[in-house]
């Protein structure tokens, strides 16, 4: 009977922390659909140096910021889709701010510098050792997913 109690336990925080989103980028639904990049980039990015190809296309992550005068931690999930368009590229951008309640969705007019996309507001996304990384201003770098590949998967 005790064991039946902890399997049950067990199950019922998985299934708890997987509904309040808590876990792996497997767990999120994808933010960014075909539909949204589907029309011209408006604006197009700037291009410095033409970028490393594995910045292409739909990526993903859940990005720990702090809140430097507080030290609180807050998750938020990050997404972006890299398209090339009639000779231009075009960025459409997903970040959820829970904590203040904003969203940033749309294109976005961010420079490609090769295994580099820069803001001027001091969103990186970067190339590293062959994977994809997310950084925002003094946090630490987060390593995304390919959104699409089976690493990302909707919630049921």
Not at 114 to 119: E, F, M, Q
Request: hydrophobic share 35%; glycine share 10%; charged share 30%.
């Amino acid at each position: 009977m005790r064991s039946l109690t902890g399997i049950a336990v067990v199950l019922c925080l998985m299934v708890g922390l997987t509904w309040a989103g808590v876990g792996q980028i497997g767990e999120l639904r994808p933010q960014i659909s075909p539909q949204d990049v589907a029309g011209k980039p408006d604006p197009p990015m700037k291009v410095a140096r033409e970028p490393n190809p594995l910045l292409l296309g739909h990526w993903g992550c859940r990005h720990i910021t702090r809140v430097m005068k507080t030290g609180e931690t807050f998750e938020e999930p990050v997404e972006y889709w890299l398209v090339q368009k009639d000779g231009q590229y075009g960025l459409f951008f997903y970040r959820d701010k829970k904590r203040k309640m904003k969203q940033y969705r749309g294109w976005r007019d961010w420079t490609l510098d090769g295994d580099r996309i820069v803001s001027e507001v001091g969103v990186s996304i970067f190339v590293r050792d062959g994977e994809v990384y997310y950084e925002w201003k003094n946090d630490p770098p987060t390593r995304m997913s390919r959104v699409g590949d089976g690493s990302w998967k909707p919630k049921e």
